[in-house]
């Protein structure tokens, strides 16, 4: 799909979460989080963080190729888009998405209790927890995409996975400030087996993510620098 085409999409899904991830900074005031770590403590957060960056490397390579410039600046962009949509945007996505409605379903008040629905728009909970799996899929649909080597995707999958967890761990177990409350609760084993099983379902994820693409677009090499289009 010409970059002319991808460029209007990019932008809106980009502006959508520029504008969320401001908007819950700076708007959305919940006095029951600590002012340690802010709401740099959720995962939600760091995957909307996520998410805006990935959509705004597009806007940007989409311009480059619009001005029909084919760099070395440009290939070595697309090679690290596609990098960062296979290890970070995609299984990540993916994981908060699932993760927050499994639980949500079971039992709301370990991830959204009903109080934060005085305070938390209904419109910015679903661009933070349900709208990132159809932009993702739309996205790979529109943009042919090179998957890294899986040794390359899933150790920066894991990178991401494990500086989370080391983050909320130091704020549980230094500063008695538990971002998932449940966490607490956890005995030694059952802790360890926890954090196991999430760090399986990313890498699933991740390998989904890789089918997708496959499926979407097939095997054939791409000219990072040019794209092969699927649709002219």
């Known amino acids: 799909m010409a970059a ?11 502006g959508i979460y520029l504008f969320s991830l401001i908007y819950d900074l700076y708007e ?31 806007c940007l390579i989409d311009l480059i190729q619009s001005c029909k410039r084919r760099s070395k600046v440009c290939s070595k962009l697309c090679r690290f888009r596609d ?9 990540i996505g993916m994981l908060v998405v699932i993760m927050f409605w499994v639980i949500y379903a079971v039992d709301r008040e370990l991830v959204f209790p009903k109080w934060l629905d005085e305070v938390f728009p209904a419109w910015l909970n ?64 059952s802790f360890v087996i926890f954090f196991a099983v999430t760090a399986i379902f990313v890498i699933v994820l991740y390998i989904i993510g890789e089918k997708i693409n496959k499926a979407l677009w097939g095997t054939q090499a791409v000219d990072l620098g040019k794209e092969i289009e699927k649709v002219d």
């Not at 600590?34 to 959720?42: A, C, N, Q, S, V």
């Not at 932009?135 to 150790?155: A, C, D, Q």
């Open 4 to 14: 002319l085409v991808r460029l209007p999409c990019h932008i809106t899904v980009h």
């Open 28 to 58: 959305v005031k919940v006095e029951a989080i600590p002012e340690i770590g802010g709401k740099l403590k959720f995962l939600t957060v760091w995957n909307l963080i996520f998410q805006t960056f990935y959509f705004g490397l597009c």
């Open 83 to 91: 990098w960062f949509l296979a290890a970070v945007a995609f299984p």
């Open 126 to 189: 679903h661009v933070m927890h349900t709208t990132v799996l159809p932009f993702l899929i739309i996205e790979m649909f529109m943009t042919r995409h090179k998957y890294p080597s899986r040794k390359s995707g899933i150790s920066g999958t894991l990178f991401v996975g494990l500086s989370y967890l080391l983050w909320i761990l130091f704020l549980g177990f230094y500063m008695d400030i538990w971002v998932y409350g449940f966490l607490k609760v956890l005995t030694g084993p």
